[in-house]
């Protein structure tokens, strides 16, 4: 054969090599970026996205809402108050079913301070209703806010999820609310504490719910429910927000303690040695970081007392609204102050940025917004964190090493809110702890598939297991075995 022969044949031989290797592999990812929002379900955002599975897809049953009797609501209640009372400035006997906040008669904007349905673990145990979804109303303390959604078409978020990959099927781990979620986000299990008082536990019916109060309407349209409920299950497990025992906490110090630490006489978690994400990647060598929005200003607050105090949990004008239930890795011994590891590990939104700006993020990023920014209702609105997360998308996309990144935002639970599809159930698929509603997540990446809708069924534990999966992570025990790994998600 001629040597321009054996040159042509080559090069086919190569081209053909090339066509059939995928355009990427997990291994080419070497950043994976986690931003975790706050309390909304999908369809309260996601539920007009086409080609997603939104409202037009639930049913009639999943839509009429049941009131305490098991019999259809003849229509919605008011919209209550913190007080428990009708607010008048929303529309009253609303049809039994979802409305459009955004549209009349409700007309809000995605920029004012809404109403905050309740949101926890028993509560989001008995509306899921063994996936029927119709008891949203009865367990809430909103009314008919439970039921709203927006058209989420103007959300600059929503062009980033039309541009790349919104999963669909994606369900918060856990039954409940931010506390639960954020543990199942970094160890898929729910902290214990053995020795919580008995005025912190819920007293259960015989079919495990919340037993009704005495003085409890009897029904919804004469008021919102009032339960027996608690933050720690009656053998022991921390479902509801339980405050750290290391500063920043909601817990002040103890009159002449240590300013670092929680009142031990307020119950705080006892420290947490439960194996985490972090530590399963620091056994590895992986590289990562947890990044919070207003992290180095709450732990100047955190000695404080509570008449001092201006950020932790604290509505000042523009100020940070820090959360410490939403910091799990300041719950676990490993990351008590003064450790080298708290240092190298937990860090600030500033930080967060100089990394990006510099090329040297960590391989494995979470990013928590401080409460302005995270989209919670009741003590901020949608419109600030929309940009403020689509404003860090574009910052990412345009960094340094955006060519190997891989980046998911998801919300840690529903907040209440009403969604139509059924979480998972069956064994690999949930246990007792959840998984609990659906809530939005989106892909971006330049391996992503473009505008694609991943109908694959997910739950937080999901971020753990494509974790996992590209470093060569020891799996962690709770997390879900059946639920996908996000890898559908990218055009491998």
Request: net charge neutral; glycine share 8%.
């Amino acid at each position: 054969m001629k040597s321009s022969a054996r040159f042509l044949v080559a090069v086919l031989l190569l081209l053909a090599g090339c066509a059939s290797q995928p355009r990427g592999s997990l291994e080419q990812v070497e950043h994976i970026v986690v931003i975790y929002a706050e309390n909304r379900s999908f369809d309260h955002l996601y539920g007009l996205f086409p080609g997603a599975e939104g409202i037009a897809a639930a049913t009639e049953e999943q839509k009429t809402q049941l009131d305490h009797d098991g019999r259809p609501l003849p229509h919605l209640p008011p919209v209550y108050t913190g007080a428990g009372k009708p607010d008048a400035d929303f529309p009253q006997a609303l049809p039994n079913g979802p409305f459009r906040a955004d549209a009349p008669p409700a007309s809000r904007r995605m920029d004012e301070v809404l109403p905050s349905p309740i949101h926890a673990y028993y509560q989001n145990r008995e509306q899921i209703n063994g996936g029927r979804n119709n008891k949203f109303v009865a367990m809430t303390t909103v009314g008919a806010w439970t039921m709203s959604y927006f058209d989420g078409s103007s959300m600059k978020l929503w062009r980033w999820a039309s541009e790349y990959t919104l999963a669909d099927h994606f369900f918060m781990a856990a039954l409940g609310g931010s506390y639960l979620n954020h543990q199942w986000l970094i160890c898929a299990c729910t902290p214990r504490d053995a020795e919580a008082p008995a005025q912190t536990r819920p007293q259960l019916d015989e079919g495990g719910n919340l037993k009704k109060r005495p003085t409890s309407p009897a029904s919804v349209l004469q008021g919102p429910v009032q339960v027996f409920d608690g933050r720690v299950t009656p053998d022991g497990y921390t479902v509801n927000t339980t405050q750290p025992p290391y500063q920043p906490s909601g817990i002040v110090p103890a009159p002449g303690g240590s300013p670092q630490l929680a009142d031990p006489a307020h119950h705080p978690l006892p420290p947490s040695r439960d194996r985490t994400i972090g530590d399963t990647l620091s056994a590895k060598g992986v590289s990562w970081a947890w990044y919070a929005g207003g992290w180095n200003a709450a732990i100047a607050d955190g000695p404080r007392a509570a008449k001092e105090r201006s950020v932790i949990y604290v509505r000042t004008p523009g100020g940070p609204i820090f959360q410490p239930h939403h910091q799990p890795f300041n719950y676990y011994e490993r990351f008590a102050p003064g450790t080298a590891d708290r240092a190298r590990y937990l860090k600030d939104y500033d930080d967060l940025v100089a990394d990006i700006d510099r090329g040297t993020l960590p391989q494995v990023v979470f990013y928590k917004p401080t409460g302005r920014l995270n989209q919670h209702p009741s003590y901020t609105d949608l419109a600030q964190g929309d940009t403020h997360i689509a404003e860090l998308l574009e910052r990412l996309r345009n960094s340094k090493q955006w060519s190997k990144m891989a980046i998911v935002v998801t919300y840690d639970e529903n907040g209440g809110y009403w969604d139509h599809m059924p979480p998972p159930a069956g064994a690999g698929w949930s246990d007792r702890w959840g998984p609990g509603t659906r809530i939005p997540a989106i892909v971006v990446s330049p391996f992503a598939r473009r505008g694609y809708v991943d109908k694959t069924v997910y739950d937080t534990t999901s971020v753990l297991k494509l974790i996992q999966r590209r470093f060569g992570l020891e799996p962690l025990p709770g997390v879900r075995a059946n639920v996908g790994d996000l890898t559908n998600a990218f055009d491998f």
